[in-house]
C-alpha cells in the first residue's frame, strides 16, 4: 500500500490532462506568428479572428513536433482527424475550438517515473488555443463581479498537444514528478518550452478517491493549477474534501473546480444553466492527417535520448541510485555529458556528480571549468591525496580562474591529506579538550559527534579528512 | 400532426444556438420546424449500418503548409471594424457564468 | 440568347484596342442606372470605382501590357465573397456596413485577369433560399418579369447578368444557388466539382457543399470564366491540387458518341412545360450524335433530407461566429450571452434562424445518430448511385428548376414548400460533382426554362461539350 497522504484504507486516483504549446514559428492553422509577449492583436489574420471566410490550413511543423511527442510518449502514431468543438466564449474566434475527438494522433504510451512508477498515456492530439481574456472591474481580476472584458487573439490559434493520462497516479508526488517528467521530456524533444509559470504547460487533474477494491469514485476536474508545486497541493486538498464528503454520507458531484492558491482550497465554478452540448463533428474544412510510415520513423529517428535513459547512463557511469537527486538535477540541467567527458579524461565519475550537483548550479549544459581539470581533482580525492573540504576549495578556486592544475593549487595552499596515525593523535586531543560531549557521544547522543568533530578538524587545520575522523569516532566507541 | 419537436425543445436549442426568440416566435418556428422533421422521416427506415458516412466529397489526405510567418492584418483597420475596442483589445460585457 | 455582348467579345475587342474598357464600363452602368431601382440586382453599385479601374486597364493596354483574359470585363460579385475595403453584407443585418480586411481569392483571380467589378449582388440572406426573397436590404426581381422572383440564394448576381448589368457574374451554389436562378433568368450557370474553385473568402454558409460558379450569357463565357477562378489555392485545405482545367478549348468537339443518362425514377415535381424542354433538349443530343441511356438514382428522393440535415448542420456552426464581438453589428447588453443572444436575434432573419436551429437541434447530444448521422449515410448512397450510373453515362440530364420562375410570396407560406425548388439540384452538391444549367426554350407565361447537365467528379470537359450543343439548338 503506497503511503498518499490520505486516511487509512482510502485510494487516491488521478488521472492528469497536461497542454503544451507548441515551438513552432506560426500557428496551427494559419501564417500569423506564434510569439508570446507581444502587443495585443499584432498576430492576427483573418483565420485567427474568425472573420467571414477564412479557412485553416495545417502546420506541418506542429505536426512533426506533436508526433516526436508522441513517440516520446510510445505513443502509436495514427490516421486522424479534426472535429470541431462548439462553444460560446468571446476568446473563441470562431465559437468552435478544431481539435481531435475520436480519431487523435497518438494513442496508447507511457511514461515512466523515476523509482519505475509506469503511467499510461491514453492519447496525445493536437487542437488549437483559444485567445486571452482579461476582466476588468470587480474584485480582484475575477471574472465574476466584473464590469467588462477586453479580448487579445495574439494566442488565438497557436499549436497546442493535449496529453491524457491514464488514471493511473497514486499519489500527489506522483503528480509531480510526472509533470516534471514530461516537462523534461518535451523540453528534450522540443517541442515546447513547458513552462508552467508562462502558461505554454498547462495542467489539469482528475481526482477521486475509492476504498481499495472499490468501484471508481466519482471524479472531479480540477484547473487553474500554475505550479508544480500547487498541483500536489491541489490534489491533496481535493482529495480530503472527497473523502469528508463521503465519510459524512455524501456523494461527490462529477464537476469542474477551480484551484484558490490563495486559500488552498478548490472551489465549484458557478453552476451552469445548460451543461455544455459541444455538438462534435468532423470539421469539413481539413482532410484527414495520416503520416506516412517514412515520416514516423524519420521523426522516431531523430528523436533524442529521453531523459529516464540519460538518468539510467549516467547512474551506471558514476554508481549512484537511479532515482537519487543528484542524478535527477544534474541531467535536467543537461550536465551528464559533462560527467562522461570527465570520466573519459581519467577521473573519478562518482565525485564528478557530487561536485556537479552542489558546485555546478549556474554552469548549463556546457561547463566553463575543462573536464580533464575536474577528472584530475577527483583523482587526488580517490587516492587520498585531498580531503573533500580541501578539494572543495581548491574547486572554488579553480571554478573561479575558469580552469587549473588542482595538484598545484592544493600545493600553493599547502593542503596535504594526513595519515591515519596522525589522526588518531588529533583524535586525542579532541576527546581530551571535550569530555562532556565525548561521555554523551558514547551513551549514544549522535548530535555530540559535532562538537568533536568540529575540535578536531580545528586542531588539525583542517587538514584532516571529515570522514576519517568520524570513523575513527565511531570505532572507538563501539570497539 | 406528429410531434417530433417540442416547444421546449425549440427553446433549449434556441439558448444552445444564442438566440433571443419571442414565446410566440418557438410555437411558430416549432410548428415549421416538426413539420420538416416529420418531412424528413422518410430516412428513418433506410438500412444503414454497413454505410460508411460521407463528410468529404474530394477525400484528400495530408493537407499541410510550411511554419513560415506570413504578413498581419492591420490592428488598426480590425479594431476600427470592432462593435467595442479599448486598450488594442475586443472589448465585450462580462459573461453572466464560466462557459468554457 | 441575348443581345448583350459577352464577355469573350469584351476582352477581345478591349484588349485589341477596338473598344475602350471605359466606354464598356458606362454602357453597362447606364443600363444599371435605367432598371437598377426597378430589378434590385445590387446591395452595393461601385461605379467609381469601376471607372476609376476601366481608365487603369484602358492606359494599360495602350502601353502594351497584356492585362488578361477578361480584360475590360465588367463582372458583378455575390455579397458573401470578401471584397477587401468594400462592404461584404451577405445580404444581412448582422454584417451590414462590414468591410473585408481581405480579399477572396477568387477575387484576385479576377481583378489579375483584368476584369471590371461594378458591384455586390444580391442574395437570399447567408445564402439561405431559392427566390433571394429571404434578402434582409429587400428581394430582388426577375428582370424578365419583375413580378416573379429571379430566384436564389444567387439572385442577385442571375439578374444583374440577365439585365445587362455585368457581362458575367460570380455567385455560390450549395444546394442549387447558382444553377436554379440561372434556369429562372435565362441566362446560364455553373457549379464546379467540389474543390476546383477556393472557397478562401468565400462566407461560408456549409463547408462541405458551397463552391462559387460563374453567371453567364453564352457557354463560351462560363467556360472561360470558370478557367479563370479554378485552380489549386494553397489557403483552402479542400482545394483540388491541380491547376485550372482548359474549358474553352474543348466547347466546339461536339457529343458525337457520347452517353446522355435519362433519370428512370427521377423525383416527382416538374410541372409539365419544364419536363417538355427536358425532352426536347434529349432529341436535341440524338440529333447531334448522344446515346440517350436510361439511369436510376435510387436514393434520389432521400436527397432533399440529407441536404436539409446536413446543411444547416454546418451552417449552425459557421454563423455561430456571428456574436457582435469582433466585427458586424452588436446589440449591447450588461453581460455576454445577453448580448449574444440579443445580437443574434436581431441580426438574423427568419429563415436563417430557422436553419441554426434545425442544426443545431441535428447535430445535438441524443440526437446526432438519428439526424446528421443519418444524413451522413445518406450521402455516401447518393455518391455510390452517381458512380453506378457514371459506369453507364457521361453526363445526366435532368431539369434543373421543376417550375419557371414563380410570382413574390408564392412559396414563403410553408418553408418546406420553398425548399422543393432545389431537388434537382441538391443531389449534386452532396456528390460533390459538377453541374451547370443551359437556358433551353421557354415554358409558361414565356418564362426561361433551365436544363441541367450533371457530370462526375472534374466531368467539367464533357459537361461544357454538351453544354455548347443545347446553346446551338436552344
Redesign the interface.
Known amino acids: 500500500m503506497i503511503d498518499n497522504g490520505l486516511p487509512e484504507g482510502w485510494e487516491l486516483v488521478v488521472g492528469l490532462e497536461v497542454h503544451v504549446e507548441l515551438a513552432t514559428k506560426t500557428k496551427l492553422f494559419s501564417g500569423s506568428p506564434n510569439r508570446f509577449g507581444d502587443e495585443p492583436n499584432t498576430n492576427i489574420d483573418p483565420v485567427t479572428l474568425g472573420l467571414p471566410g477564412a479557412l485553416p490550413v495545417l502546420n506541418e511543423h506542429a505536426v512533426e513536433l506533436a508526433m516526436r511527442i508522441g513517440l516520446a510518449l510510445n505513443c502509436t502514431v495514427k490516421p486522424s482527424t479534426f472535429h470541431r468543438k462548439n462553444y460560446f466564449y468571446p476568446d473563441l474566434s470562431k465559437a468552435y475550438q478544431i481539435t481531435q475527438y475520436d480519431e487523435p494522433l497518438n494513442v496508447d504510451g507511457f511514461l515512466m517515473l523515476p523509482g519505475g512508477v509506469r503511467i499510461g498515456v491514453e492519447r496525445a492530439h493536437m487542437e488549437e488555443d483559444t485567445g486571452k481574456s482579461t476582466h476588468f472591474g470587480g474584485a480582484g481580476g475575477r471574472i465574476h463581479g466584473s464590469d467588462y472584458s477586453l479580448i487579445d487573439f495574439n494566442r488565438a490559434g497557436v499549436p497546442l498537444v493535449e496529453i491524457v493520462s491514464h488514471p493511473d497516479v497514486r499519489t500527489a508526488e506522483q503528480a509531480r514528478q510526472y509533470v516534471n517528467e514530461l516537462r523534461a521530456i518535451l523540453v528534450a524533444v522540443g517541442a515546447s518550452d513547458a513552462k508552467m509559470e508562462e502558461g505554454s504547460m498547462r495542467c489539469d487533474a482528475n481526482v477521486s478517491v475509492r476504498k481499495y477494491g472499490a468501484e471508481l469514485g466519482t471524479r472531479c476536474e480540477i484547473k487553474n493549477v500554475n505550479s508544480v508545486r500547487s498541483l500536489g497541493k491541489a490534489i491533496e486538498y481535493e482529495a480530503r474534501r472527497q473523502i469528508d464528503v463521503l465519510e459524512t454520507g455524501g456523494t461527490i458531484r462529477q464537476e469542474t473546480r477551480h484551484w484558490d492558491e490563495t486559500d488552498g482550497r478548490t472551489h465549484t465554478l458557478r453552476a451552469k444553466v445548460d451543461a455544455n452540448d459541444y455538438r462534435y463533428f468532423l470539421e469539413p474544412d481539413l482532410v484527414m492527417l495520416a503520416p506516412d510510415a517514412e515520416w514516423v520513423e524519420r521523426v522516431r529517428a531523430a528523436l533524442p535520448v529521453l531523459p529516464a535513459a540519460r538518468r539510467t547512463n549516467l547512474a551506471v557511469l558514476t554508481g549512484a541510485d537511479e532515482d537519487s537527486e543528484a542524478i535527477a538535477v544534474v541531467v535536467e540541467r543537461g550536465q551528464d555529458t559533462y560527467i562522461q567527458e570527465v570520466k573519459n579524461a581519467g577521473g573519478d565519475a562518482g565525485r564528478a556528480l557530487v561536485w556537479v550537483q552542489q558546485s555546478f548550479a549556474e554552469e548549463g549544459n556546457a561547463p566553463r571549468l575543462p573536464a580533464k581539470d575536474l577528472a584530475a581533482l577527483t583523482v587526488l580525492e580517490r587516492d587520498g591525496k585531498l580531503t573533500a573540504t580541501q578539494a572543495k576549495t581548491v574547486l572554488g578556486d579553480m571554478l573561479e580562474a575558469g580552469g587549473g592544475d588542482p595538484a598545484a593549487i592544493a600545493a600553493s595552499k599547502g593542503f596535504e591529506a594526513l595519515d591515519t596515525s596522525v589522526i588518531e593523535g588529533f583524535v586525542d586531543e579532541g576527546i581530551a579538550a571535550q569530555p562532556d560531549a565525548w561521555a554523551k557521544y558514547c551513551a549514544g547522543e549522535e548530535k555530540a559527534m559535532g562538537a568533536l568533530v568540529g575540535t578536531i578538524m580545528k586542531l588539525s587545520k583542517g587538514k584532516a579528512d571529515g570522514k576519517v575522523v568520524t570513523a575513527i569516532l565511531q570505532q572507538r566507541r563501539n570497539g | 400532426m406528429s410531434e417530433r ?1 417540442s416547444a421546449a ?2 427553446a ?10 419571442s414565446a410566440a416566435d418557438v410555437e411558430r ?1 416549432t410548428q ?2 416538426d ?2 422533421l416529420d ?2 422521416a ?3 427506415n ?1 438500412q ?1 449500418a454497413d ?20 504578413p ?4 488598426e ?3 476600427g ?4 475596442a ?15 | 440568347m441575348s443581345n448583350f455582348s459577352t464577355a469573350t467579345s469584351i476582352a477581345h475587342n478591349v484588349a485589341s484596342g477596338a473598344q475602350s474598357a471605359v466606354s464598356i464600363v458606362e454602357e453597362h452602368l447606364q443600363r444599371i442606372t435605367q432598371r437598377e431601382e426597378e430589378v434590385h440586382a445590387f446591395n452595393l453599385v461601385t461605379s467609381a470605382e469601376a471607372r476609376e479601374r476601366a481608365a487603369d486597364i484602358d492606359a494599360r493596354i495602350a502601353r502594351g501590357e497584356n492585362v488578361g483574359p477578361l480584360a475590360g470585363v465588367p463582372i458583378a460579385l455575390k455579397d458573401n465573397m470578401c471584397t477587401r475595403g468594400v462592404p461584404t453584407t451577405c445580404s444581412s443585418k448582422i454584417l451590414e456596413g462590414w468591410k473585408p480586411p481581405y480579399n477572396a481569392t477568387v477575387v484576385d483571380k479576377l481583378f489579375a485577369a483584368g476584369a471590371v467589378f461594378v458591384g455586390k449582388t444580391n442574395l437570399d440572406e447567408f445564402a439561405m433560399g431559392s427566390s433571394t426573397e429571404n434578402s434582409a436590404f429587400g428581394p430582388t426581381r426577375n428582370p424578365l418579369d419583375t413580378s416573379r422572383v429571379p430566384g436564389g440564394s444567387s439572385g442577385g448576381s442571375a439578374a444583374a447578368v440577365a439585365a445587362g448589368f455585368a457581362a458575367v457574374s460570380l455567385g455560390s451554389d450549395t444546394g442549387g444557388s447558382i444553377r436554379q436562378p440561372a434556369a429562372l433568368c435565362g441566362v446560364v450557370g455553373v457549379k464546379p466539382t467540389y474543390g476546383l474553385v477556393s472557397r478562401y473568402g468565400l462566407v461560408a454558409f456549409a463547408s462541405s457543399l458551397d463552391q462559387i460558379g460563374p453567371f453567364s450569357h453564352s457557354v463560351a463565357d462560363a467556360a472561360l470564366l470558370t478557367e479563370v477562378i479554378a485552380g489549386h489555392d494553397p489557403m483552402d485545405s479542400t482545394s483540388i491540387p491541380k491547376p485550372a482545367p482548359s474549358l474553352v478549348s474543348v466547347l466546339g468537339r461536339g457529343v458525337e458518341g457520347m452517353r446522355i443518362g435519362r433519370v428512370a425514377d427521377l423525383p416527382e415535381g416538374a410541372d409539365a412545360d419544364v419536363l417538355a424542354r427536358l425532352d426536347a433538349a434529349f432529341i436535341a443530343l440524338e440529333k447531334a450524335g448522344a446515346t440517350i441511356v436510361d439511369v436510376k438514382l435510387p436514393s434520389l428522393s432521400y436527397a432533399l433530407t440529407a441536404y436539409y440535415l446536413i446543411a444547416p448542420a454546418e451552417a449552425s456552426s459557421n454563423l455561430a461566429r456571428y456574436d457582435g464581438v469582433r466585427y458586424g453589428n452588436r446589440v449591447a447588453a450588461n453581460d455576454m450571452n445577453t448580448m449574444y443572444a440579443d445580437t443574434r436575434a436581431a441580426g438574423f432573419g427568419d429563415e436563417v434562424k430557422r436553419r441554426i436551429m434545425l442544426g443545431t437541434y441535428a447535430l445535438s447530444a441524443g440526437y446526432y445518430d438519428a439526424y446528421y448521422g443519418k444524413a451522413l449515410k445518406v450521402r455516401r448512397l447518393i455518391s455510390n448511385d452517381f458512380a453506378a450510373a457514371y459506369a453507364n453515362a457521361d453526363v445526366i440530364l435532368t431539369p434543373t428548376s421543376p417550375t419557371v420562375a414563380f410570382p413574390f410570396g408564392a412559396k414563403t407560406d410553408d418553408p418546406l414548400t420553398m425548399y422543393l425548388c432545389d431537388i434537382f439540384t441538391i443531389p449534386t452538391n452532396l456528390a460533390g460533382h459538377p453541374a451547370m444549367s443551359v437556358p433551353f426554350g421557354t415554358g409558361q407565361a414565356n418564362m426561361p426554362v433551365g436544363v441541367q447537365i450533371l457530370a462526375p467528379t472534374l466531368g467539367e470537359e464533357a459537361m461544357f461539350k454538351v453544354a455548347a450543343v443545347l446553346e446551338s439548338a436552344a
Open positions: 419537436l425543445d425549440v433549449k436549442v434556441a439558448r444552445m444556438a444564442r438566440l433571443n426568440i418556428y415549421q420546424l413539420g420538416m418531412h424528413f422518410d430516412i428513418d433506410l444503414l454505410v460508411q458516412p460521407m463528410t468529404q466529397p474530394f477525400p484528400l489526405v495530408n493537407v499541410l503548409r510550411a511554419d513560415v510567418e506570413q498581419c492584418l492591420d490592428r483597420e480590425v479594431l471594424a470592432a462593435p467595442a479599448e486598450q488594442g483589445r475586443f472589448r465585450v460585457p462580462p459573461s453572466g457564468g464560466e462557459d468554457e
